[in-house]
């Protein structure tokens, strides 16, 4: 049996959200939640201890996420489920597709049990196109029932399938790839070539069409060069002497469901925040794009530190104009709770539920290693206070 929700703890809504509010405008989000590294100023001190107990409120102050945990492994559908309830009508799940369908092999542990024993190997590397035709059809119906909650729930914006530096443009990766969409059961699919010959020049021209014709959304990542090539887990920063470049990119409008642009920033604290020439590549892609006339931009900011992604979600909303920001906040706050049933009403979970509402002081949660609590009231409060907190970090 599911723990009762408190009655502290957003409860998502059942009042009807008109999603065609969001057409051509900015949602934002992070790239995973439930990280150390992803806890942010308005969690309370029982929220920040898992990620399904912060995913509730996240989803109040934004309005997509990225799935970033099914690159290394499918998860039960029971707990997809979860999540779906956790969040409100018209959130976005951005869903990272598992890793054996974008690279060339995978870590036989990372496979479902049966499906390794299937392969074979108990450990070492698993290469796909090895896999029997059995295996794989075990493995995308894993993948597909997993899916299936958020897909039922209206939530699924697309499924990014990322390929990585060392695969060049090729005919055969393409073949994968539609390959892939096709083994997709109702969901929607992003394709991010991190290797950039992928869309330079007249290559990536070739890219853009192809991804037109075949309806799939080619993702702007906003990289940075030094980082790229540096293992992730051993970020060491810029390189004595290096200039700070951000690794070509291009958004374009190669379908009509949505766009989606990903910003990493993997090192440092500061660091992390984009500076005004950032912002402002940004606000000129957007200004020369015409925008989806049937789906959001997402933005999936990859900048943990402190409340950096809400730092950086404001300053872009700021610099491109009302014409594209959109007050997920406002919105989400300003939608009523659903009514209670006289079975609800009289069971002891509802009675706890019921219960007062803990005092201010404990419906807030520290901050990094600070003391200092807040609980804002607006989007704007909570942007504030992440800018006062970036410009002043605890030592």
């Keep these: 049996m599911r723990k009762p929700q408190s009655a502290d703890q957003p409860i998502p809504s ?60 499918i998860p039960q559908r029971e707990i997809v489920q979860r999540w779906v309830d956790a969040t409100p009508e018209g959130f976005s799940f951005i869903v990272k597709a598992f890793g054996a369908f974008c690279a060339s092999s995978v870590d036989a542990r990372n496979l479902p049990r049966d499906i390794r024993e299937m392969c074979g190997t108990p450990s070492g590397r698993v290469r796909y196109a ?36 060392s695969q060049p443009p090729s005919e055969s990766l393409r073949a994968h790839v539609l390959d892939c969409q096709a083994r997709l059961s109702g969901a929607r699919v992003a394709v991010e070539f991190r290797n950039r010959d992928w869309i330079t020049g007249s290559v990536g021209d070739e890219t853009v069409c192809w991804a037109k014709e075949n309806d799939l959304l080619l993702v702007a990542a906003d990289e940075l060069e030094h980082e790229t090539f540096q293992r992730d887990r051993e970020q060491s920063g810029l390189p004595p002497g290096a200039i700070r470049r951000r690794m070509f990119t291009r958004l374009e409008k190669t ?50 530190w402190l409340d950096a992604p809400l730092t950086n979600a404001n300053a872009l909303d700021k610099a491109a104009g009302e014409a594209w920001s959109f007050d997920w906040y406002g919105t989400r706050s300003s939608r009523a709770r659903p009514k209670s049933s006289a079975a609800e009403s009289s069971s002891i979970a509802r009675l706890f539920a019921a219960a007062p509402p803990r005092s201010k002081n404990d419906a807030t949660r520290v901050i990094a290693s600070t003391e200092k609590r807040v609980k804002p009231k607006t989007l704007s409060a909570c942007w504030a206070r992440a800018d006062a907190t970036v410009a002043n970090p605890s030592p």
């Excluded at 984009?274 to 957007?286: A, C, H, N, T, Y």
Aim: with cysteine; charged share 25%; hydrophobic share 40%.
């Design 130 to 165: 090895s896999m029997s035709p059995h295996a794989k059809d075990a493995l995308w119906e894993r993948f597909n029932v997993a899916l299936a909650p958020i897909i039922d729930a209206g939530k699924l914006g697309c499924v990014v399938f990322q390929f990585h530096l």
């Design 14 to 73: 059942t009042s009807s959200f008109d999603v065609k509010a969001l057409r051509g405008r900015l949602v934002h989000g992070t790239c995973g939640w439930a990280a150390k590294s992803q806890i942010l100023s308005f969690y309370t001190k029982d929220e920040a201890s898992t990620g399904e107990r912060r995913l509730p409120r996240y989803a109040e102050r934004f309005g997509c996420v990225e799935v970033d945990s099914t690159t290394y492994a």
């Design 255 to 304: 379908v009509d469901w949505g766009s989606l642009i990903r910003v990493h920033r993997r090192y440092g604290t500061k660091e992390r925040i984009l500076d005004d020439g950032e912002i402002g590549f940004w606000v000129e892609q957007l200004a020369g794009f015409d925008a989806p006339q049937n789906g959001p931009v997402w933005v999936a900011w990859g900048t943990e």
